[in-house]
């Protein structure tokens, strides 16, 4: 296992997708700098929590295509083919560990800069959240990017596919299933006469559960948000539930793999 | 069974309701070059897939240096495996390809992982990335990634598959390099027997996922060298005659035909012979059976065969 995460590792370092990702988000995290300091176009004030959301939305949107090629490194090229014996699920549970290391290393990163970011004095923040606030949404952040990092992987073992795994990835990241959740369930709710549902499934994609998070609605000014709006500690539950089902399913269709 | 590297054991594998492999029994010996020859689609690759764990067999069994069932998964590093594309990292080196396959093993040998590229021809110094290499550099360097872990065993699924004649000509050299220099054992597959004729000791010949037949190259050529077709109505008498006239290689083909191997240069003498005893000769042709002509007259024969079922 631990020559797998070292050989992962180490083909992550010498590809060109760790450079365009390393390229692509360091060009996000210099403009939004600068934008925050006052030379970008956008000067709306914000609080830091409403920042923070709007800085994160970058990593949650290549969060997809970056997992799809954490997981899939060893896969996509045929290389685990030619590995003897190499189809047991370690090589297939390393690519999970892998992506979950990455994720935790990347979204670290991006939410400690975040952080830092908005306590360097700026034209853009109005109103600082307090510390706990902060660290709650930056917990909550972290949650989620392991939920959308273990549905992309969850979407590959199940598609038997990098790409679509990484485009419905894309899908969920963007709210697009959301919609498309969200109109099945409206047929099914009009098909068997229900008037409203006690548990509507579109709240409970991977979008929607961070989307709910940052209304924005607040009072007349609605970039500057003052308080997280929804209970955070059902938040996180859920969260939890979503990533232990889709990792205990994920693995089953690894060991299903396994026994062709 | 300990006379054999490897030895499998009615090996079988499904998929659905096709049979890919069927009970296939095959026996390698340490240091000979195994030419595994049959169409797309005859369970080539499936069985190459088993046999370097890659797949698990639906019926059967198999033994790798002695060792069988889960603990062949022990052997990771004494099987070399290029199963019809060498999985390279397109952006990286040739050397970088080499120490993720070598860290994939676990291993960490820098001047072998040298040694290996400098012995397929390739440079360890080589700073372009291998998607800029041509096809057969890039089979030379799977060739290579496959010795990683000094393997007793090599796998080697259509390496010649796409290659031009200098492709072709620089991996049938490396191999019969290889199994000179490290005595290592090859199993090859490819659908052009006449290829492999020319690196393989031993040959079998796969059709509908069943090993129809085994031969060793001298049976081969045996097989494919010149002949004189003689025809009669009279077999048995002639039969008789040309064992009384000396000739001990020929082949009774059937109940017309008999091809001779011997004298050829007295043929007028050996039909004169025949004819003088009262045997009534048909006709009588030369002729070379090629390569491909008796690997495609066994398999029709293992079609008619299946066919009549």
Redo the contacts between chains.
Sequence with gaps: MT??L??RL??HI???YAKVFLAFSAVWCIGFLLTMLGVGPDKRPISSAYGLWRFMDFYFSVLPVAVAYWYSD?IS????????????HKLSISGLLFALLMNLVSAGGFLLYGNIMFLIPNKAVVYHNDLFTMFTLSMVYLAASFVRCILVVFLIELIKSRLWGAIFGIMCSSGLSYELILSLETMFLIATGAGSSSFPLAHSTAYMMVVTLMPGRDASDQWVVRELQVDIPVLLLRMFLYFTVATMLTLILIRRRD?? | MDDFLLQTNEITKDFKNIRAVDHIDLKLKKGEIYGLIGRNGAGKTTLLRMLAGLAQPTEGSYSLLGLSGKKIARLRDRVGVLIEAPGLFCSMTAMQNMKVKAMALGLKEDDYLKQLLDSVGLSSTDKRPVGDYSLGMKQRLGIAMALVGHPDLLLLDEPINGLDPEGIIEIRKLLDKLSEEQNITILISSHILEELSKTATRFGIINRGRLISEFTREELFSECRQFMEVRTEDMGSASTLIEGMGIRDYKIVDKTTIKIYERLDETGSVISELEKNGVKVISVDMGRRSLEEYYISLVDQDDRVTAGR
């Design positions: 020559d797998f070292k050989t180490y083909i010498h590809s060109r060893l090229n045929r290389f685990a083919d030619n590995i003897p014996f190499g189809s047991d026994r062709k």
